[in-house]
């Protein structure tokens, strides 16, 4: 039976159409763990579909503790779900983790389904947690990083932790899991599997938590470190394409060069999705930086683009002109190997609809100008505390949720800067879904698959014509 047990909740309608990503968090936070000698069981509530019975189970001999990861939404909902089958199967200390309880670590704590919260990075954290609460020497309050339910229910600790050291962090323990069971599609490869490579974001975008969750720091693993993860996983497991999840992979050009370098001398001959990169850093690199990126396996690269609105990006303080998305994308174009996927949001504090027409004929027109783009579905945006749009979303009558429940309802379809336009933008989003392959090129369902190729005309029809009213299939999406 295990010493510890970790728990990943469902990721609302995501589990239902896509293959579940690595659960990296978890496996970060076991692998000191594992190197001392701890068992460790991990669940994942996306992939075992008895996941309540493998819960009591592996409580069935008292394990030191329970963690549940837990971003904001969804993910909530099913960790309070496991921690009503912890509570009943005795008194087990459950512990949570991640975005959420970084963010609301009071009302996290506070909350009857938790006990204990590690807030912002577990890798060091964690492990001290597990070593009080096996020797019960320690005060679990005096842990740096840690808060915990006093005696009259409120919430105590909150001493600062520095962030890791990530080249210290030892090898993920990939052994936890069934390997097989997270490989997916992505950029038109059948298997690929999640790598992270670098954490946090200096830049000052208003609507991104990163300024509070890692304080716009960005720290990352040296070139020689960063090519061994990739080549433990080909050896180990023979997979060879990889999703390189990253806030921004680019922050340091010198670095990417040296990564992609060692991957050629190696001859690893691996293929790479970037998940981060900006506009205008993609307009600072040269020409021989761009070919060393595709000659290393670089395939393909997520940018921010969010608005093709100059008045909304200045909002957000992207510190990019959408001139320049234009000229990138054009650039772009001109290297067959390389897939350009540009994020859109919509309904940030004091967009209009022209502004989001703005938006959709951006987008098409990044589709009409480089046939190896797409365009990620328009994200409705969510206010997060922490970030500077937050205060301006609170002014408008953000109803914010105050307890740990409460947040697990948080719908993401919801638009919180244009509440009356709240329809309109769904129909935008779910026409975006259908007016480039995304679907095929991401999705592991081929009825999803053949759906969207039939819809594809009428949405790129919408988006072009900026026709949204009478959409009768909309229904079929929000």
Known sequence: MPDIVLFMPRTGIYHKVLRPWMPLPLLNISAKLVQEGYSIEIIDQRTDQNWEQSVRTALEKKPICFGISSMTGSQITGGIEAAKVVRDCGDIPIVWGGVHPSLFPVTTVEDEHVDIAVVQEGE?????????????????????????????????????????????????????????????????????????????????????????????????????????????????????????IDD???INLKRVEGIMRLLIKE?????????????????????????????????????????????VLDLMRKRIRVEQVIA?????????????????????????????????????????????AYISPFHIYKPYPGTDLYADVKKMGFPEPTTLDGWGDYDWTDSAGLAEDSAFLRKVTAASYCIDKKIEMQGDSRLLGYIARLYRPVARFRFRKNFFSMMPEAKLVI
């Open 124 to 244: 060091e954290t964690f492990p001290e947690v597990v070593y009080a609460l096996e020797s019960k020497k320690q005060n679990l309050e005096d842990i740096p990083g840690v808060w915990v339910k006093g005696p009259d229910g409120k919430a105590r600790g909150g001493i600062n932790r520095p962030f890791v050291d990530f080249n210290t962090i030892p090898d993920i323990p990939y052994q936890l899991i069934d390997f097989s069971s997270y490989l997916h599609r992505w950029f038109h490869e059948p298997y690929v599997v999640e790598i992270e490579t670098s954490r946090g974001c200096p830049h000052f975008c208003t609507f991104c938590y990163n300024a509070d969750f890692h304080d716009r720091k960005w720290r990352s693993l040296h070139p020689e470190h960063a090519v061994a993860k990739f080549r433990h996983i080909k050896e180990t497991y023979g997979v060879d394409s990889f999703h390189v």
């Open 267 to 311: 001859n690893l001959n691996i293929r790479i999705g970037l998940q981060g990169i900006r506009i205008d850093t993609m307009e600072r690199m040269s020409d021989e930086q761009l070919e060393l990126l595709v000659a290393g396996g670089g395939r393909f690269l997520q940018f921010g683009v969010e608005s093709g609105s100059q008045k």
């Open 248 to 250: 921004d992979f680019f």
């Open 328 to 372: 990138v994308n054009r650039r772009l174009a001109k290297y067959p190997d390389i897939i350009a996927f540009y994020n859109f949001m919509a309904g940030i504090p004091g967009e209009t609809r022209d502004d989001v027409f703005a938006s959709t004929e951006l987008a098409m027109r990044l589709l009409d100008e480089n046939p190896n």
